[in-house]
């Protein structure tokens, strides 16, 4: 396809998508109101009802949505390319995805079979009401979870991607020896060094960074006060492109709740807030399986932790309503996975009586529910941290959770962390590897679940600030081997993986954005 016909499809998919939305609705009825006005003149009433419209700012409002639809927009791609190509372009990739959803779904069956559980069932009137009086207080309760395990922890995922490989690639033909050295054996582009200093240019050492103590150039308290005051007028201006540029160089705490909304188009409109009260019902009147998979989840890590275990009840809120909520199956559109499906009671093996099972489509696995325990500290209103955490996660985090070529895919984020520590640490690299301690088999933990509980919670939403601002989880992996290049001295002394371990075993005191600056600018190359 040339360029003029590719910008027409994509132009004619976003008013599509548009057309059915609330928003369009909305303008429309405002555009039709304004006609009364005695401004209006009939000889110029389309540039009228423009100029109406953008000073009463619903065009800003339809810039933003058209923005989030081009953020989320699938990659151009041949007309005649089959649907499943464009969800996921390689054969052996899609395979491998096939297969993990299998097995994910039949130890969740499993499940439901030792415990004698169904995987949904009505509640009876009496526990929805009790339900609904300790809605706020859900971690007051201790349902018995000893029997329930997590249906996959990260460990099992990376073992998956370790026996990665495309079949029409030979291995050999490798020119560098080090690309034997790592776990990930499969051939994608993932960007270095250089390239990587062109893309994250306003990281560069003379920049003024939000989380970093001192500069060379610019005294903290100076570049602070006129950052923020530019970050109050985005915030004013409502622009989700102003919004996303500007968290390149990170958020102010007292502004990074807006900021987000914006670059999100997260605006919590009364029709939001509905949304998210009928899944709130959905919760009480049905229990499912997945359920006691999110108590344990957040017993065993959330409720645990120093910063989010005052979070219980928000976070129990937040993911219960999540995996009811149908809206989430629309990321299936761009998303390598496909959403599980089971059988209606006793109709098992009738195609017709399948449904996705659990209605969102993702089955949580340990650790899931520190994706939604940060935003705890931006968002006290349930109904808004709930709309944040779903637009954050079919943007950004569904990706390290499923098998994909994406560039910001978690096999991509495996082998650049692999790339970066073979290119410029080779000596550690190789060192590690001898000993039995892979590094990908300690960093991949904190790349599964985008840093959070490992960091300090200030740290780690400065980290995410770039995630979103640069629309990409590369930073993570870039983190990741920062982390090893900083406690590089240290690992040179190690023995064994169980004393790597232990060198990397607390990240709580690090400083985010000197490291990634320093290993990103300061690396010779």
């Known amino acids: 396809m040339d360029e003029g016909s590719e910008l027409s499809l994509t132009i004619a998919h976003i008013v599509q998508r548009l057309k059915g939305s609330h928003l369009h609705s909305q303008i429309e009825r405002r555009a039709k109101e304004c006609l009364h006005q005695p401004d209006i003149k009939l000889d110029s009433l389309k540039e009228d009802v423009r100029s109406f419209l953008k000073t009463s700012g619903w065009e800003r409002q339809l810039q933003n949505a058209v923005y989030r639809e081009l953020q989320v927009q699938l990659p151009p791609s041949h007309p005649a390319a089959p649907p499943e190509h464009l969800k996921e372009p390689l054969a052996y990739m899609r395979a491998a995805q096939a297969g993990w959803e299998k097995r994910v779904l039949k130890s969740l069956n499993s499940m439901s079979t030792e415990l004698g559980v169904p995987l949904a069932r009505m509640r009876p009137a009496a526990e929805q009401k009790e339900l609904a009086n300790k809605w706020n207080e859900m971690g007051t309760d201790e349902p018995d979870l000893t029997s329930v395990r997590p249906v ?118 009364p029709q939001d807030v509905m949304h998210y009260e009928q899944l709130t019902a ?93 935003l705890c500290f931006l968002y006290n209103e349930p109904s808004k941290l709930y709309s944040v955490f779903r637009e954050i996660y079919i943007r950004y985090f569904f990706r390290l959770h499923s098998i994909s070529s994406s560039p910001s895919g978690i096999v991509s984020l495996c082998l650049q962390f692999e790339r ?70 240290n690992l040179m002394e190690v023995t064994s993986l169980g004393s ?7 990240l709580s005191t690090l400083k985010v954005m000197p490291l990634i600056q320093i290993f990103l600018f300061a690396t010779a190359i």
């Open 152 to 269: 996959y922890a990260p460990k099992d995922f990376l073992e998956v991607l370790v026996s990665l490989r495309n079949p029409n690639h030979d291995s050999s033909e490798d020119v560098s020896v080090r690309s034997h050295w790592g776990l990930i054996q499969v051939p994608l582009n993932v960007r270095d060094i250089p390239q990587l200093r062109r893309v994250y240019s306003e990281l560069n050492l003379t920049s003024g960074q939000l989380g970093i103590d001192d500069h060379a150039h610019i005294h903290p308290d100076l570049f602070e006060n006129e950052y923020v005051q530019i970050g109050k007028k985005v915030v004013m201006e409502q622009d989700s492109a102003a919004a996303q540029q500007y968290s390149r160089q990170g958020c102010s705490t007292g502004l990074r709740a807006d900021l987000w909304a914006l670059i999100l188009n997260s605006n919590n409109q």
């Open 282 to 374: 959905g919760v009480i009147q049905h229990d499912l399986l997945v359920d006691n998979l999110i108590y344990k989840d957040v017993k065993l890590t959330a409720s645990n932790d120093d910063y989010y275990f005052v979070f219980e009840d928000f976070l129990y809120q937040v993911l219960l309503c999540f995996s009811r909520d149908t809206a989430v199956l629309e990321h299936f559109r761009y998303n390598s996975a496909t959403p599980p499906r089971s059988f209606i009671q006793g109709k098992g093996g009738e195609e017709e009586c399948a449904v996705v099972y659990p209605p969102n489509g993702v089955i949580p696995f340990h650790g899931f529910s520190m994706y939604v325990a940060p």
């Open 420 to 489: 970066l520590l073979q290119t410029h640490l080779p000596q550690l690299f190789y060192h590690l590897r001898q000993i039995g301690a892979q590094p990908l088999r300690i960093a991949f933990k904190w790349m599964v679940r985008a840093f959070s509980g490992y960091l300090s919670t200030d740290q780690l939403l400065l980290l995410w600030d770039r995630i979103l601002g640069y629309d990409s989880l590369e930073v993570v992996a870039v983190l990741a081997a920062a982390v090893f290049a900083f406690r590089a001295e």
């Open 500 to 506: 790597a371990e232990a060198v990397l075993a607390d």
